[in-house]
């Protein structure tokens, strides 16, 4: 990654994704976007026992919507569905436990959840940064086995489920600093060379992305958005950067401005006068690379990638997997 990029980014976050930044954007907001009521439309969120996930769903509940907390524990998936509950008024708070880095997991979770449950919006948003080169029990790397891997799995798995539905929407939390990261299809899994799991984080939030706007050119009935919450102090940031937590802390935002513009998209009326396919930072369509950057991704690396994914959760699927 350049110096140039890096620098320009650092600038850009200091800016926008703090927590003045985020002041800053609300001045624009239109309050009456999410003054809406979602009373009988059903939202999948992952990783939602926590964080931005949590605080999505919170707001999300006390619109009246139907909520799937999609969490890998047991223990903290309950709290965060009792707290939800407790705060919403809201009982129709589901809790279902899946880890999003085990692909014939989620493969068997949707076939259930299909014939129990309709889904309006799929909230992609459980996303992990692992430091070191760590391999799940089927020896993939974790970081793409839960933002890459994990989140394709879930959607593609989903689609046929929220084409049936009204106004269906796919939301994925990506991050700021896949602005640092070009398209990488030749080592996936970070095979070779130094690893480093800022750089794996980044370059699977940048998949993302590219998955965001693959997936709404071949599935124009339903409405695919990518977004970033801006720099919030959550227990992944404290947890996975403590260096810059440190540095950052009296500027980053609070977990609901990290989260206002997951439930703008998932809930709000404007979010849908977008076209789909895009990648949002505060309420706004904005560039996926920084100026003058040279981080544009070939048709053919972005077919690859759709390819390789395709090609590795079939390994995982069951026969009657919708590939
Ligand atoms: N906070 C920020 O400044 C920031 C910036 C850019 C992007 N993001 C993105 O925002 C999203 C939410 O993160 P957060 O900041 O709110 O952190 P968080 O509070 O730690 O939330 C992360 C959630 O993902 C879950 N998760 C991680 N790996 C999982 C797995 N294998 N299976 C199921 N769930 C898993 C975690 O579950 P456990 O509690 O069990 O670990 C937790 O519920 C992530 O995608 C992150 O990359 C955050």
Redesign the pocket.
């Known amino acids: 990654m350049s110096l140039y990029r890096n620098t320009i980014w650092f600038l850009k976050g200091m800016r926008e994704y703090t927590k003045s930044g985020y002041e800053t954007a609300a001045k624009q907001f239109v309050a009456e976007d999410l003054e809406v009521d979602v009373k009988g439309r059903s939202y999948m969120i992952?990783?939602?026992?926590?964080?931005?996930?949590?605080t999505a769903a919170l707001a999300i509940a006390r619109k009246g919507g139907t909520i799937h907390l999609?969490?890998?524990?047991k223990e903290?998936a309950e709290e965060a569905q009792s707290e939800i509950k407790a705060n919403s008024g809201n009982e129709n708070i589901l809790v279902h436990l899946?880890?999003?880095?085990?692909p014939k997991q989620i493969w068997e979770f949707v076939e259930k959840f299909k014939t129990e449950h309709k889904l309006n919006v799929l909230i992609n948003?459980?996303?992990?940064?692992v430091n070191k080169r760590e391999l799940t029990e089927d020896g993939l790397e974790k970081n793409f086995?839960?933002?890459t891997l994990?989140t394709y799995i879930l959607t593609t798995a989903l689609l046929p489920a929220l084409e049936k539905e009204e106004d269906p929407r796919v939301i994925t939390?990506?991050?700021?600093?896949m602005l640092v990261q070009k398209l990488n299809v030749s080592d996936l899994q970070l095979e070779t060379g130094t690893f480093d799991g800022t750089m794996a984080?980044a370059q699977n939030?940048r998949q993302q992305v590219i998955l965001t706007e693959q997936w709404s050119k071949s599935n124009p009935n339903i409405h695919f958005s990518v977004m970033?919450?801006?720099?919030?102090?959550?227990?992944?940031?404290r947890?996975s950067m403590p260096d810059f937590y440190e540095k950052m802390k009296n500027r980053?935002?609070t977990?609901e401005q990290?989260a206002d513009t997951v439930v703008w998209l998932g809930i709000s009326s404007s979010a849908k006068k977008h076209p789909s396919g895009l990648f949002f930072q505060d309420r706004k369509p904005v560039s996926t690379h920084l100026p003058f950057a040279l981080t544009h991704s070939s048709h053919g690396d972005e077919e690859k990638l759709m390819e390789s994914l395709k090609e590795l959760s079939k390994k995982f699927a069951p026969s009657s997997g919708n590939l």
């Open positions: 992952t990783g939602a026992n926590s964080g931005i996930g949590k999609v969490c890998r524990n903290r899946l880890d999003m880095s085990d948003n459980a996303g992990c940064m086995a839960t933002n994990g939390v990506s991050s700021g600093g984080y939030k970033h919450p801006g720099w919030a102090d959550t227990p992944a940031v947890s980053l935002r977990e990290g």
